[in-house]
């Protein structure tokens, strides 16, 4: 009779799962990394509990690291998603037989805040993209970054994994690489596409001060631009346009997708557009649109 395999230590389960994640599901580095932090603070408080294998775990154990982390003032969201970490990890650890039971069955995580994307009028949208000074080379940048982000609806890590060899000006189109390195043709219209061109041609070729990189979108050294700095190019601009609200670079995706709908797109091009793997991602866009048409329904009939 085949004997169970011995119970993992926290660490060296944690990190074969990251592995796994990595290798065989193919998520992106960004998303590895997530889910590390996240499992390391769980981590971190089991071993606070003198537990050291994860066949030790139970449901009080997590009910007791969410009551600490809700204590702490951890965001809800930030709560559900390493709970959900946890939830995986377990799943990978029954499914190889190296821990017996889901110390997670029947643990419901906590309670989301209602809300839907916040996403910009077309009026603040044409005030955004006219704030950056193309006569600079660092504003023709910043003014061709967010340019492709509302026109393709661009996460941050498709903008700074975007090749020059990626812009596909005969066909109009972004080649675009997303979540779990898959491959998508985004099209683009024609402003977007000149205001690219122009930056190519002159600015980027300033900047790129003799060096060679493969990346559209440069800082002002010459190399790469980092994460943090398109949300800092992007808050100043917000600023500059007086844009007030819960705004971030990803607002841009969500008025992308909004703008669309709002103007006939199918749910199912939006889809594909935004390189959603489910459908149902994109339908919440649907409910924006329609709460749009309820206020406009309400401010504007003689009985609204």
Known sequence: MRANPPAPALHQAVDRYLEHLAAERGMSPNTVQAYAEDLHEITGYLLEQEITAWDQVEPLHLVGYLAKASKKGLAPRTRARRLSAARGLAAY???????KADPLAGLSGPRLPGGL????????????????????DLGARDRAMLELMYAAGLRVSEVL?????????QIGCLLIRGKGDKERLVPVHETALKVLTEYLEGARNRLLKGQRHEEVFLNNRGGPLSRMGVWKIANKYFKQAGITGPVTPHTLRHTFATHLLEGGADLRSVQLMLGHADIGTTQVYTHVTTQRLVKVHHRYHPRG
């Open 117 to 136: 994307p916040y996403f910009l009028s077309r009026e603040e949208v044409e005030g955004l993209l006219a704030a950056p000074d193309p006569k600079t």
């Open 93 to 99: 650890l029954m499914a190889r037989g190296e821990i």
């Open 161 to 169: 994994g975007l090749g020059v060899g990626d812009v596909q000006f």
